[in-house]
């Protein structure tokens, strides 16, 4: 996948589904540049076309959300500012807004995942083993409800273009060492309740996330890194309408590209290229982008 453009100064280093990464040009810098496209994927596959400004929404909501979590993170100072026009000279223009320069950090291979409520690939064990990723869960919740307490899934991170995988947390502790998976789970719960409380503060339930750390090569010191609880890395569902809905689905309506997934599970087989996306579907997902944005930071 192409880099999302040349920016001068700075040495493309990959490209994933949504997020091109580059290098500061010069031996001695640990500086990376952080772009956020428009591009969507779903079912492991990157459509077209993306979602216009989307970019923007997600840079904007890891901003803001870095702002507020008590845990140290990977912005460099030039970022703490952002949007005012602080970071205008490390940023290139070309990227401006949608892009964060970070530190380097040696990241852990896991994918630290908490659900709080049951969901998705949740749901879809419950039914089957009354367990998600194996941990056992009483009888008689329903799609949608709210966990007994947040859930701690962790997940390796595998080589780019391969899939992540569910691991336990023993798996965890093989890979990182006991005390580091410990303080990845205990970070990662701490982070959750944080911010789900924040979230309510809003009407807005945080379902479920992602989190990426590493340790700072400088100070050693557990660093929370790439993205944060954007619609993106999260499931969100407005608290008024979960409340209210008729149907589990419906209450479940959430502020990412849940849009997209549906339309795409409606319209392919999943063989051969995806179609393209329709206008009014990519206004739509732009549209719930947009939303949550304004409802989380107004």
């Not at 912005?75 to 703490?80: F, K, S, Y």
């Given at each position: 996948m192409?880099?999302?453009?040349?920016?001068?100064?700075?040495?493309?280093l990959?490209?994933?589904k949504?997020?091109?990464?580059?290098?500061?040009?010069?031996a001695?810098?640990?500086?990376l540049?952080?772009?956020?496209?428009d591009?969507?994927s779903?079912?492991?596959h990157?459509?077209s076309?993306?979602?216009?400004?989307?970019g923007?929404?997600?840079?904007?909501?890891?901003?803001?959300?870095?702002?507020r979590?008590d845990?140290?993170?990977h912005?460099?100072?030039?970022?703490?500012q952002?949007?005012?026009?602080?970071?205008?000279?490390?940023i290139?223009?070309?990227?401006?807004?949608?892009?964060?320069?970070?530190?380097k950090?040696?990241?852990?291979?896991?994918?630290?995942?908490?659900?709080?409520?049951?969901?998705?690939?949740?749901?879809?064990?419950?039914?089957a083993?009354r367990?998600?990723?194996?941990?056992?869960?009483?009888?008689?919740?329903?799609?949608?409800?709210?966990?007994?307490e947040?859930l701690?899934?962790?997940?390796y991170?595998?080589p780019?273009g391969?899939?992540?995988?569910?691991?336990s947390?023993?798996?965890?502790?093989?890979l990182?060492?006991?005390a580091?998976?410990t303080?990845?789970r205990?970070?990662?719960l701490?982070?959750?309740a944080?911010?789900?409380?924040?979230?309510e503060?809003r009407g807005?339930?945080l379902?479920?996330?992602?989190?990426?750390?590493?340790?700072?090569?400088?100070t050693?010191v557990?660093?929370?890194?790439?993205?944060?609880?954007?619609?993106?890395?999260?499931?969100?569902?407005?608290?008024d309408?979960?409340?209210?809905?008729?149907?589990?689905?419906?209450?479940?309506a959430?502020?990412?590209?849940?849009?997209?997934?549906?339309w795409l599970a409606?319209?392919?087989d999943?063989t051969?290229?995806?179609?393209?996306?329709?206008a009014?579907?990519v206004e739509?997902?732009?549209?719930?982008?947009?939303?949550?944005?304004?409802?989380?930071?107004a």
């Open positions: 192409s880099a999302s453009t040349n920016l001068p100064g700075w040495t493309h990959y490209s994933g949504v997020r091109d990464l580059y290098e500061r040009e010069g001695a810098s640990d500086a540049l952080v772009v956020a496209s591009r969507v779903a079912f492991d990157v459509l076309p993306g979602i216009p400004g989307k923007e929404l997600l840079t904007a909501l890891s901003l803001w959300w870095f702002d979590l845990i140290p993170n912005l460099l100072p030039a970022d703490e952002a949007g005012d026009g602080t970071a205008a000279e490390a290139p223009t070309e990227v401006a807004g949608r892009a964060m320069l970070v530190q950090l040696d990241m852990f291979p896991v994918e630290c995942v908490v659900r709080g409520y049951l969901t998705g690939s949740g749901w879809k064990e419950y039914v083993s367990s998600v990723c194996g941990i056992p869960l009483p009888d008689g919740l329903n799609n949608g409800d709210r966990l007994p947040p701690y899934t962790p997940a991170k595998a780019m391969e899939h992540d995988e569910n691991i947390f023993e798996a965890s502790i093989e990182v060492g006991e580091d998976a303080a990845l205990d970070a990662s701490a982070i959750y944080q911010a789900s409380a924040i979230a503060e807005v339930i379902a479920d996330t992602k989190f990426e750390f590493g340790r700072n090569p400088h050693g557990l660093t929370l890194g790439d993205e944060v609880l954007t619609s993106d890395s999260s499931r969100y569902w407005d608290a309408v979960y409340a209210s809905a008729a149907t589990a689905e419906a209450r479940m959430s502020f990412d590209k849940q849009i997209v997934r549906d409606a319209n392919w999943q051969g290229t995806p179609p393209e996306l329709p009014e579907i739509k997902t732009a549209s719930r982008y947009r939303e949550l944005l304004d409802r989380l930071t």
